[in-house]
């Protein structure tokens, strides 16, 4: 299947609790990205089943992009547990926007061509 990239999403970094206690999000709209919405079982990348997930594939080089090892904030990454959610949203926390359209980050493949350089990324989400 060809990597079309006609959608975007919206990731959301968790960066911690603020004092009283509320996750802080880094929100980042990322344009030129193909996702698919399934319902059912879905295989995520890391062999996982959920009832309804999301698969979503982010071209490499992405602009902004921090290695998961190397996040501290800025720029945006793609890691477990943060949050993706479809199209692009202005709300700071993505527990704010409808639950259908947000996916927890269950799993990221980076996937390489040949020649051994970053091609894509392979993300799942429940």
């Not at 927890?104 to 350089?117: H, K, N, Q």
Request: charged share 20%; hydrophobic share 40%.
């Amino acid at each position: 299947m060809p990597l079309i990239k006609t959608d975007t999403v919206t990731i959301y970094n968790a960066l911690g609790e603020d004092a009283t206690g509320h996750m802080q999000w880094r929100r980042t709209v990322v344009p030129n990205v193909r996702y698919e919405v399934r319902s059912g079982a879905v295989a995520g990348v890391n062999g996982s089943s959920t009832t309804d997930g999301l698969m979503l594939f982010v071209p490499a080089p992405a602009r902004a992009y921090v290695d998961p090892d190397e996040y501290a904030g800025s720029g945006w990454t793609l890691r477990d547990g943060d949050m993706v959610a479809t199209g692009a949203h202005d709300e700071a926390d993505p527990h704010l926007i409808a639950s259908r359209a947000v996916f927890r980050i269950t799993g990221v493949e980076p996937l390489t061509d040949r020649r051994g350089r970053l091609h894509h990324f392979e993300v799942s989400g429940a």
